[in-house]
């Protein structure tokens, strides 16, 4: 699933095209990905509505329409996508949420798997949505004191805490592999437990990495593309996702792989990661 970085690419990448734009209309191909909202009361209340403002939030993209708000998550497989020409057979058949924009564009919601959802939120629905979620941690007043506030009060591994999006937002598992690497954390330690230092390490190398892998336009590791249809490139800077059984970039010690931790890959350095 794409993580903070990729989604702030997406993000970034649409965001002039279509902030101040007005939907036309809206169709949507399936139904399985909406929550909450039917479609035709998702496709009525988006005709009409003016784009006021698009950002990211955790792993999610929000439109913001002023007295709603359309929250896109992309699955593995979703994207956002503008054209200004007409889809082609390809694009037609994966794109998943077609809105005419005033201006003659398409903006897509494209997901070959759905794997992705929609919210459809007004006021109320967005607050409670918002709280549920964990603060971001590229804000400014994200600082050690506050992560260690957010995701230190948990008996939970370390990497299942950092990718605990009710903890702390936008990181999963690419990105809590590589920050527990990092900062030299192993993996499974109980995130009480982290001492001071421990955890002023884990916030720079997060914040690092995950900055890094904005500048990077996020990792494309399978199915990712940014909102131009491009390849990331931060898949080429990490140093334990995906590299199991390779050789430590530090000692060169074989990184071990576990399934232990929770359901994801978990990839480490035994010599490293203390
Ligand atoms: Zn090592």
Not at 59 to 84: I, N, S
Not at 171 to 176: E, K, L, S
Not at 195 to 207: D, G, I, Q
Request: net charge positive; aromatic share 6%.
């Amino acid at each position: 699933m794409p993580e903070l970085p990729e989604v702030e690419t997406i993000v970034r990448d649409i965001r002039p095209a279509v902030v101040g734009r007005t939907v036309m209309r809206a169709s949507l191909s399936h139904i399985d990905v909406l929550r909450g909202v039917t479609r035709p009361a998702l496709l009525r209340g988006l005709a009409g509505m003016r784009v006021d403002d698009l950002f990211r939030r955790a792993k999610h993209a929000v439109f913001d329409f002023g007295e709603r708000r359309l929250v896109v998550q992309p699955g593995m497989t979703g994207a956002l996508l503008v054209y200004d020409r007409p889809l082609d057979d390809e694009e037609a058949r994966y794109a998943v949420l077609r809105a005419t924009l005033d201006d003659g564009r398409t903006l897509v919601y494209r997901d070959v798997r759905r794997l992705g959802t929609l919210l459809w939120l007004d006021a109320r629905g967005w607050t409670a949505y918002d709280a549920a979620i964990g603060p971001e941690p590229l804000a400014n007043d994200f600082t050690t004191d506050a992560m260690r506030a957010a995701v230190g009060r948990t008996r939970q591994s370390i990497k299942k805490a950092l990718m605990d999006q009710k903890l702390v937002a936008g990181v999963g598992n690419i990105y809590a592999n590589e920050a527990l690497f990092a900062s030299g954390i192993d993996p499974s330690r109980e995130a009480a437990r982290l001492s001071v230092t421990e955890w002023a390490a884990l916030h720079r190398e997060l914040r690092r990495i995950l900055s890094a892998a904005v500048s990077g336009r996020g990792s494309t590791v399978r199915d990712y593309r940014t909102g131009t249809g491009a390849k990331g490139k931060f898949q080429l800077s990490l140093l334990v996702y995906g590299r199991e059984g390779e050789p430590c970039v530090r000692c060169s010690t074989r990184l071990a792989g576990t399934h232990a931790l929770d359901a994801r890959i978990t990839v480490f350095c035994h010599r490293c990661q203390a």
